[in-house]
């Protein structure tokens, strides 16, 4: 399992005798990150904490033996994903210290998800778009490992590219189902962060219902670990 190999390897090196919180959801993303931060530093230096919402189902508790697992609330429902992970991640942070991790993955990124940028904003850092681990490179792993993971999708990302949105162009009703756009366009909208000089690869963006989408394999993957690598820093 190289991918999850490389997840305990990124964050052994990057926060070994230090320690780190887990922003847990219960999903094979946040599951996996919380595992592999445990290999990595072990279970005294790991906290989960997950946030309960008026649209997500509470966490009952942490997967794994040995991890403090804290429960916060956050009320009144935010109104957008932007807002609600800024409300997470300050939730989080009145009640554990240390290096938050977040379990954001790669094909998050690629479908527009302006909560990025509270994450980029409050120095949390996404271990799983650093390494180059999507949807379903998360879940093969979680499954092949035996961990536990309940099925979620939050509403609110919905809320954040329009139909036919291109950063580059603006609204245009006549543009075709698929269209090539660079990297650099959608993260300029979806994380606020440096812009590398050399971002210009290209990939292929496909409207579906109310938002758009992108293939997140190959080169665009691994493109973005790239990107994140070098300009996401914490």
């Known amino acids: 399992m190289r991918w999850a190999r490389d997840l305990v390897l990124y964050i052994r090196e990057s926060y070994d005798g230090e320690d780190v919180t887990v922003m847990y959801s219960g999903g094979f993303d946040s599951t996996l990150l919380l595992w592999a931060a445990v290999e990595a530093l072990g279970p005294e230096h790991v906290t989960a904490v997950t946030v309960s919402m008026p649209h997500a189902p509470a966490v009952v ?3 794994l033996e040995g991890v403090e ?18 409300a ?12 938050l ?12 998800r302006p909560g990025l940028r509270a994450l980029y904003e ?30 979620f999708e939050c509403p609110l990302p919905r809320l954040g ?10 609204f245009d ?17 979806t994380v606020h962060a440096p812009m590398p000089s050399d971002s210009g690869e290209g990939y292929v963006a496909r409207n579906v ?17 790239r990107y994140f690598g070098r300009c996401w820093v914490i």
Do not use: H, Q
């Not at 189902?177 to 993260?187: M, P, Q």
């Not at 219902?209 to 670990?225: I, R, Y």
């Open 209 to 225: 219902g109310d938002a758009v989408e992108f293939v997140a394999e190959g080169p665009v993957t691994e493109a973005l670990s």
């Open 69 to 86: 697992f804290v429960r916060v609330g956050i009320d009144p429902e935010p109104g957008d994903c932007y807002e609600c992970k800024k």
């Open 101 to 112: 991790l977040d379990g954001t993955n790669v094909s998050e990124v690629v479908r527009g």
């Open 173 to 189: 009703p006549d543009r075709y189902k698929e269209t090539e756009w660079r990297l650099s366009e959608t993260l300029r909208f």
């Open 122 to 151: 409050e120095g949390v850092d996404v271990p799983l778009v650093k390494v180059g681990i999507g949807d379903t490179r998360a879940r093969w792993a979680a499954c092949r490992l035996g961990l536990k993971a309940r099925f």
């Open 161 to 170: 590219f329009p139909r036919d949105f291109d950063p580059s162009e603006g």
């Open 61 to 63: 508790g942490a997967p």
């Open 88 to 99: 997470m991640v300050r939730a989080v942070k009145r009640v554990a210290s240390g290096i």
